[in-house]
């Protein structure tokens, strides 16, 4: 089964659960703000899709972090990833494959089949 990584006020998570939802297909959702976000779970991500592709620097809480800590590396992103669970791009689908898509745009889902 998909699993939808969002953060339910998020406008392009909506887009997202509308596209997949138009599609019918089956699909869990794991709410990063409500549901958290684990040091098991991060690492399942990051074994997916590499580290500096899933910080997102166009956020509100990237612009809130100090520059101190926006010079980070591996270990460091990590942490800040699990104090921050937002500064993860969003959204992430990961497919029954185990590939994660990250973010999301008109048409990203137009291929996968249910």
Do not use: F
């Amino acid at each position: 089964m998909l699993t939808l990584y969002m953060i339910h006020n998020c406008d392009t998570c909506r887009k997202a659960r509308k596209a997949l939802d138009d599609k019918a297909l089956m699909y869990k959702t794991h709410d990063l703000r409500k549901d958290g976000l684990s040091a098991a779970l991060l690492e399942h991500i990051l074994n997916r899709v590499p580290l500096v592709e899933v910080i997102n620097k166009r956020s509100k809480t990237w612009r809130n972090l100090s520059d101190e800590e926006k010079d980070y590396d591996a270990n460091s992103a990590r942490q800040l990833l699990l104090k921050h669970p937002t500064l993860l791009k969003r959204p992430l689908l990961e497919l029954d494959d185990g590939t994660i898509m990250i973010g999301y745009r008109d048409g990203d889902y137009d291929k996968l089949s249910g």
